[in-house]
């Protein structure tokens, strides 16, 4: 079986079905609700284990209380959890967000891995052994740094998450095999996609993609060369981790399908999940 290795932002996610965006001082009632580990990296590892894989989450948790409903989900989809942080007794990251039923857009509040960055990131190498490839989603950077650097000794793949950009990511891109990012990921003195991409090439990363929602994906690789994949045309429920579904998916299809083809598959799994309210009802579909 093939496994992968997701390392990042493990959160709480509240997740509420809106008609409306309550105004200042306003109360609103939701029409529904659920509640799901999140993070990218998280979403990204039960989405590579939906599709027939082996995931091995790795990142901060502990043993707040609120710990035990993120256990439980990732139980449910069988996702291994390495905790760097298990002594932590703080809650874990929680995230509030609002979902736009009408239009499937979505509003979202969180902290993210501010307040829980792991200094202790040392015998990794461990967790490298019959790893076939590896997400970075850039909210542990020293973890990543260290990672890094170990299993590019092994040849294992490296795939970014660059759903934003991070304090810290210039020092490991030079390192990554395959950067997929989001049109609100912009490195210093980017402003637009073309900057981006001449900014990732500079570091030599061979393969590169910028998502842009429901507009096609733009890609520059050195193998297959320059080109747009198109979105299937849907109409949208619930656009939430979206982004960590495509992400989670390419790293299944990147292992047997050349760049296009895995980025063109990633983006039907990405579409079919927002039909679907949640991170986890398309799944089930």
């Known amino acids: 079986m093939v496994k992968g290795l997701f390392v990042g932002l493990i959160t709480l996610d509240l997740i509420y079905s809106i008609t409306q965006y309550p105004q200042e001082n306003q109360k609103i009632v939701a029409s529904d609700y659920t509640v799901a580990a999140g993070g990218p990296a998280t979403n990204a590892a039960v989405t590579f284990n939906s599709l027939g894989n082996q995931s091995i989450l790795l990142g901060g948790l502990g043993s707040h209380d609120l710990t035990q409903l993120i256990r439980k989900d990732l139980q449910q989809y069988s996702v291994n959890i390495i905790d760097l942080d298990s002594t932590r007794l703080e809650a874990p990251p929680v995230s509030s967000i609002m979902v736009n039923n009408t239009t499937g857009e979505r509003t979202v509040i969180s902290i993210n891995a501010t307040k829980s960055q792991i200094s202790n990131h040392s ?14 989603d850039g909210h542990q950077i020293p973890i990543s740094q260290s990672l890094i650097q170990q299993a590019k ?10 759903g934003s950009w991070k304090t810290g990511l210039e020092t490991i891109l030079p390192d990554i095999d395959y950067a997929i990012c989001s049109n609100n990921f912009y490195p ?98």
Not at 153 to 162: E, V
């Open 123 to 136: 015998n990794l190498s461990q967790y490298l052994d019959n790893i076939d490839i590896i997400l970075i």
């Open 153 to 162: 000794i092994k040849q294992i793949p490296i795939i970014l998450d660059g």
């Open 188 to 285: 210093p003195d980017c402003q637009t996609s073309e900057d981006v991409f001449a900014y990732l090439q500079a570091m030599n990363i061979p393969n590169i993609a910028i998502t842009q929602g429901e507009k096609p994906i733009q890609y520059i690789s050195l193998k297959a060369g320059n080109g747009s994949i198109p979105i299937p045309t849907i109409q949208s429920v619930d656009t939430l981790g979206a982004g960590d579904i495509f992400h989670g998916a390419f790293c299944h299809f990147i292992l047997s399908e050349n760049f296009p083809n895995a980025l063109a598959n990633s983006a039907h799994i990405a579409s079919q999940s927002c039909l679907h309210f949640g991170t986890r009802k398309w799944i089930e579909c």
